[in-house]
């Protein structure tokens, strides 16, 4: 009687537990999976539950709405169903959803007819730094099917079963099976373990104990009674023996079904006992694990400290922390570490899982570790590439900032630079001996200068700096710059200058280039306080799309000349190396810096076509690296375009001006006069052509590029060009985007002059442009 109803037990217990299993198999193939299709979903389902008559339909649903059934044919209406408008049902979801374990509901009415209970297994995907919920898995299971595998159903057994849902206390509800009487009769008790709970099996003699009871016999019916209790124990247990097989091969069945589950699911599949005092067990791990550790499973098992062995000393407190805290919450648990194999290989890993409370006490925890080391350095290197996304988003938008700042400056400048120059010349007319007054413009006149001065290395640094570039020799710019920069270097710091030797040429600024290399060469000084050595040296390097890459530089594959500063100072920590191309941070002490050198090398450098690279170590030094496209066999030539020369003053002109800026259109219309030409001044392009359009006898055209109306300045030359094409035009911009915006090959009598403008360097344009004009139409009358 007692071996029967435990048989019975056995079976549901396996049942339930091979159920549980395949479950969560399946649920760990759709947290990876990004999106299934129906095919794809059902082929799954139809693998792993094979010979599994008793569940009659598998839905999965992400974020609570069914999107995909198995079989689809007779659940078509479960497809959009959202769990959550389902009252009845609401309660079990959300517990699966929160708590991360399965819940069992049940019995349940089926659609299909008859009684059932569900599975609801949650579903979780990785994110960066927790488990998301993805979805619920939801296994209805056929009640009458699912009890008569177990041989609950069979008559034969020669017992009376009922089971029921334990509540501490049985009603006519909470009975899955059997009459209700059996919970109140004196029948055999055995648990089945259930996720959320208990089953009640009870089971007593068919018929009752009391037709199980000896009544009074003649002889002959105790001699049959005898032969009885001789035979039938003999027959029970061969019925016994028979229904173990079933039972071991159903039991078989599911450990195939759950081994390919095991083989098809990424990673390692591992089951840790924890028990109470806080140590723990390995009590199964798949063969996959070699794939990841490098050791085979008798190894693992053998050896149950070798795989924590391998992680990382920094990661295992976290790793710790994480599991500790689900194992108090019973939420599920996520992580990633670091481990490095006993054959030294170094990977990044990734774990999730749940736990499970025992009854004896102890804490089952489920456990699936991958190896994401490839997908860390995909992150790492998206995350590279975003930062240098984020770096240029910040220094265009800085740099778009600096460019309207300067434009507006540069005005500023023109007018009082201007306005200083008239002062001047009027002060000399009066002949004053020993005028202090000046000494005073002079001394304004250059902090004028300085402030142009620093308008251009804001520019520098914004890419926005007007530059002249040349056919230069990087080499004699090394020498020229060391031979009188040197001087100011201490005598403690042994300065040694590398130069390769047939150095191709490259095409820069040449003023622009030896300011960077001053900048280099006095951070390299501040650097050696105490002294140490300083390297100069030149040198060709040929860069490749996959080193550019690598690097993540935006120049073209080819041939570079490199310029490399290398100081043994202090170097620069981790913590500055991000932040020191920016513009005004800097590590000296006040008023040591304005922070603006490093950015406003990297900005001519970059605008030049180039890269710049930099290296260093605390304690050890910092090395600078400038790379210039080289030029090939084909020589530039510097200097005008057109070969012209100024042939000396030019007589009074009729000039046409056009400035939007009141202050610089009045200051540049007063310097003209003085120059002795004669000026129409208009406030914007617009104007400007009307004026032209009434009296065409301009002898030159000076426009501001960037003005309001419906005509810039390169609009308004364009149009004056379509009636007089002899025209000359000097342009002027507060910056060189508003230069650049012109486009298109260098005109001889299109002169671009940058403000603040000095008088002398606009006399000089003038003359260059009407040496162009005669250069190309000869004497225009």
């Not at 209970?117 to 730094?129: H, K, L, M, N, W």
């Not at 056929?142 to 017992?159: V, Y």
């Not at 849902?165 to 209700?180: A, K, N, S, T």
């Amino acid at each position: 009687m007692v071996d029967r109803a435990d048989t019975l037990r056995a079976r549901l217990q396996s049942q339930i537990d091979g159920g549980i299993h395949l479950s969560r198999g399946l649920a760990s193939i759709l947290s990876r999976t990004q999106d299934i299709t129906q095919a794809e979903f059902s082929r799954i389902v139809s693998e792993i539950f094979t010979d599994l008559p008793e569940v009659v339909n598998i839905a999965w649903a992400p974020d609570m709405v069914i999107t995909r059934v198995h079989p689809v044919k007779g659940n078509e209406q479960a497809i959009g169903l959202d769990f959550r408008t389902v009252p009845d049902q609401f309660d079990a979801v959300v517990k699966a959803r929160d708590t991360g374990q399965i819940v069992l509901v049940g019995p349940v009415d089926l659609v299909q007819g008859g009684k059932g209970f569900i599975f609801r297994v949650p579903v979780y995907a990785s994110g960066e730094d927790t488990v998301r919920f993805k979805g619920l898995l939801s296994l209805v299971f056929d009640m009458n099917a699912f009890l008569a595998k177990s041989g609950m159903s069979d008559p034969g057994i020669g017992i009376e079963v009922a089971m029921a849902v334990d509540h501490g206390r049985f009603g006519p509800v909470d009975m899955i099976h059997g009459p209700l009487d059996l919970a109140t009769d004196t029948s055999i008790v055995e648990q089945v373990l259930v996720p959320g709970g208990n089953w009640t099996l009870f089971a007593r003699p068919a018929g009752g104990w009391k037709a199980a009871q000896r009544p009074p016999l003649t002889d002959l019916l105790l001699l049959i009674v005898v032969c009885l209790l001789i035979l039938v124990p003999m027959v029970t247990a061969n019925a016994l023996a028979v229904s173990r097989k079933a039972t071991i091969q159903k039991m078989d069945t599911t450990a195939r079904h759950l081994k390919g589950v095991m083989e098809n699911v990424p990673g390692a599949y591992i089951t840790y006992k924890m028990f109470p005092d806080g140590s723990q067990i390995i009590d199964f791990i798949s063969d996959r694990c070699i794939e990841i550790w490098g050791l085979d499973r008798d190894t693992v098992m053998e050896e149950q400290t070798t795989i924590w062995d391998t992680i990382n000393r920094d990661d295992l407190p976290g790793l710790q922390a994480e599991i500790d805290r689900a194992a108090k919450t019973l939420t599920p648990w996520h992580f990633k570490w670091r481990i490095t194999t006993p054959a030294g290989e170094e990977k990044w890993l990734e774990g999730r899982g749940s736990l499970t409370a025992q009854p004896d006490g102890t804490m089952r925890r489920d456990s699936f570790v991958v190896d994401i080391t490839e997908q860390h350095k995909r992150d790492e290197e998206f995350e590279r590439q975003a930062e240098l996304v984020r770096q240029a988003q910040k220094q265009e938008s800085i740099g778009l900032m600096t460019g309207g700042v300067a434009h507006d400056f540069n005005n500023l400048l023109a007018v009082v630079r201007g306005s200083l120059e008239l002062l001047r010349d009027d002060l000399e007319d009066e002949d004053v001996e020993d005028d202090d007054r000046l000494s005073l413009v002079a001394t304004a006149i250059q902090a004028a200068d300085r402030g142009s001065d620093l308008t251009k290395s804001m520019l520098s640094f914004a890419r926005r700096a007007r530059l002249n570039p040349e056919v230069v020799d990087l080499n004699e710019v090394v020498q020229e710059t060391k031979a009188w920069a040197g001087r100011t270097l201490p005598a403690t710091i042994d300065v040694r200058v590398d130069l390769a030797m047939l150095l191709p040429r490259i095409w820069v600024d040449r003023g622009s280039t030896a300011s960077a290399l001053l900048n280099l060469i006095v951070n390299a000084r501040d650097a050696l306080p105490k002294g140490g050595q300083l390297t100069i040296s030149t040198a060709l390097e040929k860069l490749d799309a996959q080193a550019l890459k690598r690097h993540g530089d935006d120049i073209d594959p080819g041939a570079y000349v490199v310029l490399t500063i290398s100081d043994s100072g202090e170097g620069i920590s981790k913590a500055n190396m991000d932040r020191i191309f920016e513009p005004f941070f800097s590590t000296k002490h006040p008023g040591k810096g304005s922070g603006l050198g490093l950015s406003m090398v990297q900005g001519f450098v970059k605008q030049s076509g180039g890269t710049i690279r930099v290296t260093s170590e605390p304690g050890k030094g910092t090395t600078f690296k400038l790379y210039f496209k080289a030029l090939d066999g084909k020589k530039a030539t510097s200097g005008r375009a057109d070969g012209s020369r100024v042939s000396g003053p030019v007589p009074g002109l009729r000039i046409l001006l056009a400035e939007d800026d009141e202050g610089v259109r009045t200051i540049l219309t007063a310097t003209l006069e003085r120059l002795n030409h004669k000026v129409a001044a208009a406030r914007n392009g617009d104007t400007a052509l009307e004026l032209f359009g009434k009296d065409p006898g301009f002898d030159l055209l000076i426009t501001d590029i960037v003005m309001p109306g419906d005509l810039q300045g390169t609009d308004l030359a364009r149009e004056i060009r379509q009636i007089d094409k002899t025209l000359p035009v000097i342009f002027l911009s507060g910056y060189a985007r508003d230069a650049d915006a012109i486009g298109g090959e260098v005109d001889p009598m299109e002169i671009r002059l940058m403000k603040p403008v000095r008088r002398k360097v606009l006399a000089e344009a003038i003359e260059r442009a009407l040496a162009a004009r005669k250069a190309r139409w000869g004497s225009v009358s």
